[in-house]
Structure formats: structure tokens, C-alpha cells
């Protein structure tokens, strides 16, 4: 079966940097373009990044570019999200979801990992 | 890359239909049939419900539908039940070829 794990959160200070993590399986992640999303404590989501299959196409949301990299390890079936440079609204649950093969919504979404910013 | 127009909260009896609405611009909702829902419960990852506007799929209750009319699209929950509170989120493609969320809205069962 379909899934993604995400893993690397936790909290860490104003401007520090921290890399997440997104094991996948059950699916041959390769194939797939994959998403990063967030939640702030009691908010709604918030779409962070997408990159393709093969890493060369790359979108951000304003509010993360020049201080987020979303890249990939198709070797590894595993998909990343550097943070620099973070602030306390960066406080967040990221997701880690799948985009369907050539369509442009999210089918496969884990369970998230937990970052807090604070000093 | 404004958040997608949700109302907050909407609720009905058990039985009731209710329909939540997602209004957005040219950019996104209205220039691309690349509408999605989420439904996600307290503490648990989103679930996709609905995608390309209209489709289900294998697995969601046929009592989920979606919809579109210009700029705004719509998820319509017939038959409410009891699992169906959660909150629920439309997506959308945009012309800058990312995505964007509306703000979530509160199903609530009376």
C-alpha cells in the first residue's frame, strides 16, 4: 500500500536550520511528483513546494523562497525539505503528500512531523 | 497566492445535506478544472475526497459531490452522518503552477 513517513521535526531556534525528512513505499516514487505542505497549531494547511519526478521542476510558496529546498533521492524513495533561516511562523506540522501521475492534486498525504520555532 | 474564500464553520442534522463553497479568482479556480477537497480529522493527516472538480475516488462515499461555477467551487455532503464532522479543505492548481489551499471549514453534526 501507498505510503509516506515523514520524520525530522522538532523545535529549534529563530534562524536555525533543520531538514525533514519523507520515506516513502508502496509505490514507485520515481514516477511521482511529490509535495510539501504545512499547518500552523489550529490553522488551515498551507501548500509549501511541489518538485517532479525527475527534481528538475521546483515551485515554492513566497512566503518560503530563498529560505526553503524541497529536493529528492529517487535512489533513497526518499523526498526532503531543508529549512534555514526559520522563523516562529515556520511553527508547523509539515506534510509530506504524493501528486497523482499526471494530475495535479494530492492523493497520498502522511501523517506529518511537528517543527516548532522558538527560543 | 491568496488562501482560497471558505466559510469558517457549517453544520447540519443528521440526514441534511450541506454544501460548503471555495471561491477563488481566474487564476486558480475558475481557470483550471483542477479542484480538490480534503477532509482530515482531529490530529490525522488530510484525506483526499474529491478531485478534478467532480470525481471520486475509489473508496470515498458516494454521498461526497463537487461541483463549479465560475470562480467558486462547491462540496455538497448528502445523507450527513456522523463521521462526516471533520474539517475540510479545497485546493487548486494555479497559473504560477503551484498550489494553494482555502482555509478550512468545520463540518459540524448536530
Known amino acids: 500500500q501507498v505510503q509516506v513517513v515523514e520524520s525530522g521535526g522538532g523545535v529549534v531556534q529563530p534562524g536555525r536550520s533543520l531538514r525533514l525528512s519523507c520515506a516513502a513505499s508502496?509505490?514507485?516514487?520515481?514516477?511521482?511528483?511529490m509535495h510539501w505542505v504545512r499547518q500552523a497549531p489550529g490553522k488551515g494547511l498551507e501548500w509549501v513546494a511541489i518538485?517532479?519526478?525527475?527534481?528538475?521542476?521546483?515551485y515554492y510558496v513566497d512566503s518560503v523562497k530563498g529560505r526553503f529546498t524541497i529536493s529528492r533521492d529517487n535512489s533513497k524513495n526518499t523526498l526532503y525539505l531543508q529549512l534555514n533561516s526559520l522563523r516562529p511562523e515556520d511553527t508547523a506540522v509539515y506534510y509530506c503528500?504524493?501528486?497523482?501521475?499526471?494530475?495535479?492534486?494530492?492523493?497520498?498525504w502522511g501523517q506529518g512531523t511537528l517543527v516548532t520555532v522558538s527560543s | 497566492q491568496s488562501a482560497l474564500t471558505q466559510p469558517a464553520s457549517v453544520s447540519g442534522s443528521p440526514g441534511q445535506s450541506i454544501t460548503i463553497s471555495c471561491s477563488g479568482t481566474?487564476?486558480?479556480?475558475?481557470?483550471?478544472?483542477?479542484v480538490s477537497w480534503y477532509q482530515q480529522h482531529p490530529g490525522k493527516g488530510p484525506k483526499l475526497m474529491i478531485y478534478?472538480?467532480?470525481n471520486r475516488p475509489s473508496g470515498v462515499s458516494n454521498r461526497f459531490s463537487g461541483s463549479k461555477s465560475g470562480n467558486t467551487a462547491s462540496l455538497t455532503i448528502s445523507g450527513l452522518q456522523a463521521e462526516d464532522e471533520a474539517d475540510y479543505y479545497c485546493?487548486?492548481?494555479?497559473?504560477?503552477?503551484?498550489?494553494?489551499f482555502g482555509g478550512g471549514t468545520k463540518v459540524t453534526v448536530l
Open positions: 518538485i517532479s519526478k525527475d527534481g528538475t521542476q521546483i
Open positions: 508502496g509505490f514507485t516514487f520515481s514516477s511521482y511528483a
Open positions: 485546493s487548486s492548481y494555479t497559473s504560477s503552477s503551484t498550489w494553494v
Open positions: 481566474s487564476s486558480d479556480v475558475g481557470g483550471y478544472n483542477f
Open positions: 478534478d472538480v467532480t
Open positions: 503528500a504524493r501528486n497523482n501521475y499526471d494530475d495535479y492534486y494530492l492523493d497520498y
